[in-house]
């Protein structure tokens, strides 16, 4: 589906602008606790160094990620409302969760490449490999349940997962943390959740990691194998971006995206914060290449429509 892809680096000087002036409000549209709150969070502490004014994080949930980016395309166009989303934002349009089009994004950047969401099942189910869960699905139809977000990104994942044999029933299971108890309580049979949200109860040995859906095993994750590798073509890379309202100075964005592109390229510390936590590469693509990415994403999941 997607390729992988390298850092970008340009080196663009500052605009120089009157702006910010006051506080910052990111909107995170997921629950506390997932990588994309944690991420918006770790970009919020040292945009507030790289911008001279208070950088703060709001969570606004629902809808796959949909209501917290109205509210952010519904906002004053002053710059100081930014939405910090996923690729899931695609898939709120083409699932029909979102009332806005992929034209009403006005995309600054992408500013993070996402590790994966790992396929996880419980220890106890006996199963060791990709191929073995598909060969069990299809044995067992409709027994096994797999937890999504409806109209999020997983739900994609799902999709693709079914397309290639998975045999499942999907269960919108909430986020991370309500995934994981329902799945250890034995409500749910499969997760798809990044690394860092699992790692523990994997080296427990409560769950196992199954196969990564990204296209290529990252660089910190080397001892997953990809769901491609294990023989199903379901990829879903995911990126990270920020989303401004429409008719936001182009100016305010470039000096963001320089500010960005500055913590995101050359701060070692902001890196081995998303190493630790999530496994994650430094990853950046300015206005234009983050557009022409998200183009070629969009038209992947346009594939899956009328499947959601």
């Known amino acids: 589906m ?40 770790v970009y919020a502490m040292y945009l507030s160094k790289e911008l001279g004014v208070n ?26 409302t930014i939405l910090f ?17 992929f034209q009403d994004l006005n995309v600054a950047n992408i500013a993070g490449i996402r590790a994966g969401d790992i396929v996880a099942i419980r220890a106890d189910m006996g199963i060791k490999t990709m191929d073995e869960l598909m060969k069990y699905s299809k044995k067992n139809p409709g027994k ?9 990104h997983n739900h994609a994942t799902a999709l693709l997962l079914k397309n290639a044999g998975l045999d499942a029933t999907l269960v919108d299971a909430g986020g991370t943390t309500e995934r994981m108890a329902a799945l250890l309580g034995g409500h749910l049979d499969i997760i798809m959740n990044p690394l860092g949200g699992i790692s523990d109860y994997i080296k427990t040995g409560k769950l196992v990691a199954l196969a990564n859906p990204i296209a290529k095993r990252p660089k910190y994750i080397p001892e ?48 081995e914060k998303i ?24 038209k992947d999941y346009e594939s899956l429509k009328g499947q959601f």
């Open 85 to 101: 989303n996923t690729s899931a934002i695609l898939v709120n349009i083409v699932s029909g969760a979102a009332d806005y089009t």
């Open 275 to 298: 190493k630790t936590s999530y496994m994650q590469e430094p990853f950046f693509a300015g206005k234009e290449e983050a557009k022409k990415l998200l183009e070629e994403q969009f």
């Open 2 to 41: 997607l390729a992988s892809i390298q850092v970008f680096a340009a080196g663009n000087e500052e605009p120089k602008i009157d702006w910010p002036k006051k506080t910052i409000q990111i909107i995170a549209p997921f629950a506390a606790g997932g990588d994309t709150d944690f991420n918006a969070r």
């Open 144 to 152: 096994l349940r797999l937890a999504i977000t409806t109209g999020g």
């Open 224 to 271: 997953i194998p990809t769901v491609l590798e294990s023989g199903y073509n379901a990829v879903n890379d995911g990126y990270y971006l920020w989303v401004f309202p429409k008719g936001v100075d182009e100016a305010i964005i470039a000096k963001f995206n320089a500010a960005v592109q500055k913590i995101c390229t050359t701060n070692s510390e902001y890196q």
């Open 55 to 80: 950088v703060v994080v709001s969570n606004v949930t629902g809808g796959g990620g949909a209501i917290g980016t109205r509210k952010v395309l519904d906002s004053k166009p002053d710059g100081y």
